[in-house]
């Protein structure tokens, strides 16, 4: 597999299409709307990167970006990210990982973090091997109504 990845710069069908696909391989979370993948794309808070099996192939992974400015300085926060079953193994999360480190630290982020669940053993394998450092924090959530 020769692996592609670039950021989405538009909404496609193709791309809200491969995130519905993907996205129940990593959570139960409903798949977004155009719309909002749209809102994703278009904002400048996130990148969203697509990895295709080739050039003009199958998306086979996505990860999305969040870079932002705290008092501390800029920061980046890595998020779903996710590789359909038949690419993984095959370099993929590494691709789509690196290309996110590279587009945060050209814009300036001091640090990019990223949590991952104990149980994806080769999720946690990847990011400690391609430079991550598991962090002595809590990470605590707040469920909002709506």
């Known amino acids: 597999m020769v692996l592609t990845v670039v950021a989405a710069t538009e909404t496609t069908p193709e791309i809200v299409e491969a995130v519905g696909r993907l996205l129940p391989l990593l959570s139960s979370s409903p798949a ?21 099996d080739g050039e003009n192939g199958p998306i086979v992974g996505i990860l999305t970006l969040a870079i932002f400015r705290i008092p501390s300085g800029v920061r980046a926060w890595i998020e779903d ?24 630290g050209a814009a300036g982020a001091r640090t990019v973090d990223l949590t991952s669940r104990p149980s994806r053993a080769a999720a946690n394998r990847l990011y400690e091997r391609i430079g991550f450092v598991r962090r002595d924090t809590n990470v605590y959530r707040f469920e909002v109504d709506e």
């Open 81 to 104: 990210v996710i590789v359909a079953e038949e690419a993984r193994g095959q370099g993929c999360g590494e691709a789509l990982n690196r290309a996110a480190m590279a587009a945060a």
């Open 32 to 52: 977004p709307s155009a719309g909002q993948v749209a809102e994703m794309v278009d904002s400048p808070a996130t990148t969203l990167f697509v990895a295709r």
